[in-house]
């Protein structure tokens, strides 16, 4: 097989030649990614794209398997999960996999936001890229939360029963959406099996829309630290091996901190009270999402009206939607915004102090805390970002990928 | 200008780090004095297993005090092997059990346990052991470790963590409206538990001859729990071993291979 830049590459296997004309699978895994010109100085942050896509493969693979084991009725479900971590061969590796598997999704999705937020990866022309992720985001929060009903505990009862009660907060149709929502006058048996149904669904949607997410990368690419515009080869490395194997390394790092918590503390991201079983007689002290959830929940309780709460909360994601229209800086980069670079920090230690938020009982002076954070959150997008990018002056940039690589490599 | 930014981000940015850790600081202060004191378990740590001798004096405890009113739903006999008992002692253990069942002719039976059977309940259902119990039924004990904040520890505590009526103090009388009936246990959230204290110094005689006080029932029982809430757990540590050991080598060998493939461009 030989290739170069820009003519399709010619195979000397017959039957790879044969297929390739007819359906250019291998013309397009060749150009996508492994000639696919990259630019050469990424660091870390970026491997979490590839990590992200492992781990939703792995989601699924693990799901399969468990959805072949369990049992979606109210009256079997608990034990069938337990069923699986007992007389399931292997069932218990299965079932860890998938509880932390989830956690660690979002650890990663969350670091590649992260990432495209502090880059300015969602700039021209990426916007619809961006959109596109954020799409994900929602679609993954859906899974994950019909997901944690499925066990049919304490706070999977009761989670559901906070999540979808917030529709009824919609004027008129809200009472009817929820019966809709649940399939009865409560949350039972058809609740449980339409979410079975959906968070067996929704991944493979998730799937398609991660392909667009891809393809609208190709278009033009990754972007990188210095948020400039790759000007010719120097500036690029092929995909693979360059970033394939520097992704290899990243993903082992990332799959020891999950193995470490899958095999030795399968339960420390989790909430006990998961471990009793459902009971709608019973409400628990303090219902509490899982933790990926928790600065989103404490926009929620933050707001003293109920259609307020909802609608802040979802607004806290919709802002994300229009993101790319907030930022009025015409620098992509945080190294080169030398005041908005801050900004970015304060934005994570306030999502994280609306984290602690959400992890306690809104009361004393939590609700003060978490207000003033919900406030913050609102204040960085929708005023902070778009005045910022007037009055800031950027650092200047470096004339090409390739000048500032080497000048640091001298330097 | 920026500077004057700068400086109010940075600001900001320690405040609520010191927010949050303020607030943490809080949590644990105000709910230090509810929490059971830790212990050392054989089961703790990467490496811990099961206490097998401890475990299998906590099942004659389970069977012979718990078992009264607490179901282990979860398990079947034949589990039991799995605590180093051969098939005959096994056997020689749920001899004299009754378990329900139904005839050919579908009628129901009383027959002697067989090892595929599961845990004897000790109410029909839960209507009858909440009728028997005051109204509410005593939880299932398979996944008790689990499903309670500070697992054993917690488990351990409330086993011995009751206080008699007579060494109250009126404070705490007063407080949690305590009556001489009622049971009064330092762990259990809110005090006032319906378990009357199900241990007590000789409350059993030990087979193998180990002396059978209030704490050691507790540390017993509570070893045979945590291994019946998750049975699986030495395998899942072994397995947890090999596999970080063959992720680091892989994170070698993927880094060696990454500087060998960068060695060109830097």
Known sequence: MDSSHGSPPVFNNKVIAWIDHRLPIFSYMEKEYRTFPTPRNFNYFWNFGAIATVMLVLMIATGVVLATNYTPHTTMAFDSVERIMRDVPSGWVIRNLHAVGASFFFIAVYIHIFRGMYYGSYKAPRELLWLLGVVILLLMMATAFMGYVLPWGQMSFWGATVITSLFSAIPVVGDSITTWLWGGFAIDNPTLNRFYALHYLLPFVIVGVVALHVVALHVHGSNNPLGIDPKGPQDTVPFHPYYTMKDGFGLMVFLIVYAGFTFFAPNLLGDAANYIPANPLVTPTHIVPEWYFLPFYAILRAIPDKLGGVLAMFGSIAVLFILPWLDTSRVRSCTFRPIYKWFMFVLVADVVMLGFCGANPPEGFWVPLAQIGTLYYFFHFLILLPVLGKIERPLPLPSSIADAVLKKKAG | MRRTIVSAAIALAALTAGAVAIAAETVTASEAEQHPPHRHWHFEGPFGTYDRAAAQRGYQIYAEVCSACHSLSLLAYRNLKELDLTENQVKSLIKDFQVPDLNDDGQPIERPARLSDPFKKPFPNTAAAAAANNGKAPPDLSVIIKAREGGADY????????????????????????????????????????????????????????????????????????????????????????????????????????????????
């Open chain 2, 155 to 266: 488990v351990h505590g409330v086993l011995t963590g009751y206080v008699p009526f007579d060494k109250l103090s009126p404070e705490q009388i007063k407080e949690f409206s305590v009556t001489k009936d009622d049971n009064f246990n330092k762990y259990f959230p809110g005090h006032k538990i319906a378990m009357p204290p199900p241990l007590s110094d000789d409350k059993v005689t030990y087979a193998d001859g180990t002396k059978a006080t209030l704490d050691q029932e507790a540390s017993d029982v509570t070893e045979f729990l945590a291994w019946a809430s998750e049975p699986h757990m030495e395998a899942r540590k072994n397995t947890g071993v090999r596999v970080i050991l063959f992720l680091l080598a892989m994170a070698g060998l993927m880094y060696v291979v990454k500087r060998l493939v960068w060695s060109d461009k830097h």
